[in-house]
């Protein structure tokens, strides 16, 4: 089955400055993305996500870059502020219909912005 | 937009007690849903895939007979843990197929 990495498990950086955090998929069937914001004691938000038939995506401050050949996908967020705080979750999904959407989860980056 | 609810939001309930969770589309159709796990600062874990009109497919290490999932409607899949443990307490959380990447709000679990 699918095999998903993530790194770092934190992350700590001064606001302002830009946040990269890393996954790694192992399945090259896997076509779909998504990246999540989770805060304490709420469920996962999807706050961006990327198919396998484009490299790059951006949404204001975030952005997710997709390297297929590599395997690995990246969530860029520039202009830090605090309330980014939280833990990030990247999955990965064989995105085809019905049951092929179920996702697997890196194991989370606990972001810290610092004031 | 789309919405999948849950209920409840959280339970507290007696070893060896049964809980149910409904897992539910409100605007649209899902014959496909998906149940997950969350343990205190863990990721989600998928637990099982929910089929309108057929039998779950259970991840594995998954018992079946502990997690009971009923899909009887397009809108309504259910989650049943039967005969909980203090070690069954965790966040269950669903989501539907036809949106894909969205979460209901989650069941806190607390067994007793």
């Known amino acids: 089955g699918e095999n998903v990495e993530q790194h770092p498990s934190t992350l700590s950086v001064q606001e302002g400055d830009s946040a990269v955090i890393k996954c790694t998929y192992s399945d090259s069937a896997s076509n779909y993305f998504p990246w999540y914001k989770q805060e304490l004691g709420k469920r996962p938000q999807l706050i961006i996500d990327?198919?396998?038939?484009?490299g790059e995506k951006k949404d204001q401050r975030i952005a997710v870059t997709l390297n297929k050949t590599a395997k690995h996908f990246s969530l860029h967020i520039t202009e830090t502020q605090p309330e980014d705080s939280a833990v990030y979750f990247c999955a990965a999904s064989i995105g085809s219909g019905g049951s092929n959407y179920k996702l697997t989860f890196g194991k989370g980056t606990l972001l810290t912005v610092n004031p | 937009g789309a919405v999948v609810s849950q209920h409840p939001s959280w339970v507290i309930c007696k070893s060896g007690t049964s809980v149910k969770i409904e897992c539910r589309s409100l605007?649209?159709?899902?014959?496909?849903m998906f149940w997950y796990r969350q343990f205190p600062k863990q990721s989600l874990m998928l637990m099982a895939t929910s089929n309108e009109g057929s039998k779950a497919t259970y991840e594995q290490g998954v018992e079946k007979d502990k997690f009971l999932i009923n899909h009887a409607s397009l809108t309504l899949s259910t989650l049943t843990v039967t005969s909980a443990h203090p070690e069954d307490s965790s966040f269950y959380i669903c989501?539907?197929?036809?949106?894909?990447?969205?979460f209901g709000p989650g069941t806190r679990l607390t067994v007793l």
């Open positions: 605007d649209f159709q899902a014959t496909t």
């Open positions: 989501s539907a197929s036809a949106q894909v990447g969205f």
């Open positions: 990327i198919r396998s038939n484009v």
